[in-house]
């Protein structure tokens, strides 16, 4: 028996009819009983190679070996009758029907048509214990957290039998305490004699918990090697093929009068639980405010609030002298507010759309509207000029939203909001979910770009370095109120961990 569990080798994954190359002449090799990350540029090509082990495409040419013997994964169905496992970064659960509910319908029902459901029950305890992958099998998904879900995607395909799991990005959407879990349901799982292969822009990450690294640029694999002989300038450079910084310059500004400020808000839910409770701050011209804090405390109603998405129930959100407490989400977005949303696909964004007319979602009417119809000329000449400032690949302004890869995806959204015509107040929640080093480090700049031109900036965001790259001040959430307010000189990892936890500084 070969020691790979594993083997592609000379894959080549085309689309429409041959114009993208997504894989080109791609081998990968992966060990029985280790954690193997890919790593890779936004575009690079490591979702289509894992969606050929699901079975979602076939290669255009090229062969797969799954313990050594030569496989053709024509469906998801045959990949788990395999034992290949994908946990996806979008989760594929009905949130109306409980763990148990969810787990059984990815199963044939063996006793007749009658689903087992004291049968799935008992097997959640089983498994979940076994993994420590603690979870409630009655708990409703729709009422988990997004790490919560995440193990049941997990739980779901071991119960389908897998020995390969694969994971696409999966500590994107976590927050530091979840991706501790993740790191550790992952030993076990390793413990128990499963593999695992998973993509991730976390270079600091890779380091941390893989023991091979396989680097895709441009569809082509172009390194792999063991964790212990890797560095993060290492990595990075093979991902980009130059030297990679990773810090970046601030500009000096100067801070001016406030454009924004929140006087003692309360907002509820959509569950009509009071989420934000009695929160005040206020941005500056020329400033970045950070809000920090454990998912959940409250930023992501907050955000929803000030942008007019779901009522203020207490307390004012005074904008250039404006009181827009009542404002709708358009009539804020008129008076200049810029938004980055956290959900970018819930939010932001139509996947059947092209991207050229993603460019013009929101902002149709203001900045592209010519006598009353579209000015589709300076449309695609503004969606051109975008896509070659953020880099957004394919330079294609027909291609599909839905298309392109995950961090192609958010440049678009980052593109758009950032080069509205009358910005004054910018919120960027999550800006740099999914992107990769390169982008990451060029997002901040046009963040800070923005800052240097007298924008007011707010943002939320779960990466604590990213928060301590941009901000001026740092508001720390925790249970719906702000817990400390720091500034930048003053901040660290440890006194925002403090105050996330709702503790105080002496
Ligand atoms: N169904 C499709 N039709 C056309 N092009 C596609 C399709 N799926 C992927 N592509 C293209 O193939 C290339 C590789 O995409 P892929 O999603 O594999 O990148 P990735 O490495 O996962 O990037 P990211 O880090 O941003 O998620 C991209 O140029 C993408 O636009
Ligand atoms: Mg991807």
């Given at each position: 028996?070969?020691?790979?569990?594993?083997?592609?080798?000379n894959i080549r994954k085309t689309f429409l009819g041959g114009k993208v190359i997504a894989n080109d002449d791609i081998t990968l090799k992966v060990k029985k009983g280790e954690k193997h990350a890919i790593v890779g540029e936004n575009g690079a090509g490591k979702s289509t190679l894992m969606k050929m082990l699901n079975g979602l495409y076939l290669p255009t040419s090229g062969k797969i070996f799954y313990q050594g013997k030569e496989v053709e994964i024509d469906s998801p169905g045959k990949a788990a009758n395999l034992g290949i496992g994908m946990v996806y970064q979008h989760f594929m659960l009905i949130p109306t029907l409980t763990v148990a509910e969810n787990m059984i319908l990815g199963v044939?029902?063996?006793?007749?048509?009658?689903?087992?459901?004291?049968?799935?029950?008992?097997?959640?305890?089983?498994?979940?214990?076994?993994?420590?992958?603690?979870?409630?099998?009655?708990?409703?998904?729709?009422?988990?957290?997004?790490?919560?879900?995440?193990?049941?995607?997990?739980?779901?395909?071991?119960?389908?039998?897998?020995?390969?799991?694969?994971?696409?990005?999966?500590?994107?959407?976590?927050?530091?305490?979840?991706?501790?879990?993740?790191?550790?349901?992952?030993?076990?799982?390793?413990?128990?004699?499963?593999?695992?292969?998973?993509?991730?822009?976390?270079?600091?990450?890779?380091?941390?918990?893989?023991?091979?690294?396989?680097?895709?640029?441009?569809?082509?694999?172009?390194?792999?090697?063991?964790?212990?002989?890797?560095?993060?300038?290492?990595?990075?450079?093979?991902?980009?093929?130059?030297?990679?910084?990773?810090?970046?310059?601030?500009?000096?500004?100067?801070?001016?009068?406030?454009?924004?400020?929140?006087?003692?808000?309360?907002?509820?839910?959509?569950?009509?639980?009071?989420?934000?409770?009695?929160?005040?701050?206020?941005?500056?011209?020329?400033?970045?405010?950070?809000?920090?804090?454990?998912?959940?405390?409250?930023?992501?109603?907050?955000?929803?609030?000030?942008?007019?998405?779901?009522?203020?129930?207490?307390?004012?959100?005074?904008?250039?002298?404006?009181?827009?407490?009542?404002?709708?989400?358009?009539?804020?977005?008129?008076?200049?507010?810029?938004?980055?949303?956290?959900?970018?696909?819930?939010?932001?964004?139509?996947?059947?759309?092209?991207?050229?007319?993603?460019?013009?979602?929101?902002?149709?009417?203001?900045?592209?509207?010519?006598?009353?119809?579209?000015?589709?000329?300076?449309?695609?000449?503004?969606?051109?000029?975008?896509?070659?400032?953020?880099?957004?690949?394919?330079?294609?302004?027909?291609?599909?939203?839905?298309?392109?890869?995950?961090?192609?995806?958010?440049?678009?959204?980052?593109?758009?909001?950032?080069?509205?015509?009358?910005?004054?107040?910018?919120?960027?929640?999550?800006?740099?979910?999914?992107?990769?080093?390169?982008?990451?480090?060029?997002?901040?700049?046009?963040?800070?770009?923005?800052?240097?031109?007298?924008?007011?900036?707010?943002?939320?965001?779960?990466?604590?370095?990213?928060?301590?790259?941009?901000?001026?001040?740092?508001?720390?959430?925790?249970?719906?109120?702000?817990?400390?307010?720091?500034?930048?000189?003053?901040?660290?990892?440890?006194?925002?961990?403090?105050?996330?936890?709702?503790?105080?500084?002496?």
């Open positions: 028996m070969s020691e790979y569990i594993l083997e592609m080798q044939e029902p063996k006793k007749g048509m009658s689903l087992d459901i004291e049968k799935a029950r008992k097997d959640v305890r089983e498994v979940s214990k076994r993994y420590g992958l603690e979870i409630d099998p009655d708990a409703y998904v729709s009422d988990l957290s997004i790490g919560m879900q995440q193990r049941v995607e997990i739980l779901k395909i071991l119960f389908k039998g897998a020995n390969l799991l694969v994971f696409d990005e999966p500590t994107a959407v976590l927050t530091p305490q979840e991706i501790k879990e993740l790191y550790r349901i992952m030993d076990n799982l390793i413990d128990e004699g499963k593999t695992i292969i998973f993509i991730s822009h976390k270079l600091q990450e890779v380091l941390d918990i893989s023991d091979n690294i396989t680097v895709i640029r441009r569809g082509k694999d172009v390194a792999t090697f063991p964790t212990t002989e890797a560095t993060k300038e290492k990595i990075a450079n093979a991902m980009v093929g130059r030297a990679v910084l990773f810090t970046t310059e601030r500009p000096e500004t100067e801070i001016g009068e406030k454009v924004v400020e929140a006087k003692n808000i309360f907002v509820k839910n959509n569950k009509n639980v009071f989420k934000v409770n009695g929160v005040s701050f206020y941005v500056r011209e020329g400033e970045v405010l950070g809000i920090a804090g454990v998912e959940g405390s409250g930023q992501t109603e907050l955000v929803e609030a000030l942008t007019g998405l779901i009522p203020i129930y207490e307390g004012e959100i005074i904008l250039k002298d404006k009181d827009i407490t009542e404002f709708s989400p358009r009539k804020i977005s008129q008076m200049g507010l810029a938004h980055i949303p956290e959900d970018r696909h819930k939010r932001a964004a139509v996947c059947e759309f092209s991207v050229m007319e993603n460019f013009a979602l929101g902002v149709e009417r203001d900045k592209y509207s010519l006598r009353g119809l579209l000015n589709f000329k300076k449309l695609k000449a503004d969606a051109k000029n975008f896509m070659e400032k953020y880099d957004v690949r394919p330079r294609d302004t027909s291609v599909e939203f839905g298309r392109l890869s995950g961090g192609n995806q958010q440049k678009i959204i980052v593109a758009r909001e950032l080069e509205k015509v009358n910005n004054t107040f910018i919120i960027a929640a999550q800006p740099t979910r999914g992107v990769d080093i390169g982008a990451i480090e060029s997002i901040h700049k046009m963040i800070l770009a923005e800052k240097a031109k007298g924008k007011a900036v707010l943002v939320v965001s779960s990466e604590l370095s990213e928060i301590l790259n941009l901000s001026d001040r740092i508001a720390v959430m925790c249970s719906g109120k702000i817990t400390g307010v720091l500034d930048r000189e003053e901040a660290s990892e440890e006194k925002i961990g403090i105050l996330m936890a709702g503790g105080k500084l002496d």
